[in-house]
Nanobody, 124 residues
Framework: QVQLVESGGGLVQAGGSLRLSCAAS????????MGWFRQASGKEREFVAA????????IYADSVKGRFTISRDNAKNTVYLQMNSLKPEDTAVYYC?????????????????WGKGTLVTVSS
């Protein structure tokens, strides 16, 4: 069982930056691929970014490419999402997710474990 706890959300103006963190309880954190997903009010949860075991595979949604950066620190059992040049359309609850393996990293249904989410609000 893996427990995930997100932090770092908040209110920021358009053009600003935030860094989200996700602390994982897994003993073998480095064996898990990690992902960030988001869900805006009234919309379905969508993929944002994912990073495989030791960072060999990194994937971004087109909507955040060039603005967001995912990274992980296996020594701290933590994955990060650095979000720059934020836009009002980035407003959502951001969820951290984890799974074994490297397939289906962009799929909501493909992830095995989920955090409870952290709210990011970008004002115009």
């Amino acid at each position: 069982q893996v427990q995930l706890v997100e932090s770092g959300g908040g209110l920021v103006q358009a053009g600003g930056s935030l860094r989200l963190s996700c602390a994982a309880s897994a003993r073998t954190f480095s064996n898990y691929a990690m992902g960030w997903f988001r869900q805006a009010s009234g919309k379905e949860r969508e993929f944002v970014a994912a990073i495989a075991w030791r960072g060999a595979i990194i994937i971004y949604a087109d909507s955040v490419k060039g603005r967001f950066t995912i990274s992980r620190d296996n020594a701290k059992n933590t994955v990060y999402l650095q979000m720059n040049s934020l836009k009002p359309e980035d407003t959502a609850v951001y969820y951290c997710a984890a799974k074994g393996g490297v397939v289906h990293l962009t799929s909501v249904d493909g992830m095995e474990y989920w955090g409870k989410g952290t709210l990011v609000t970008v004002s115009s």
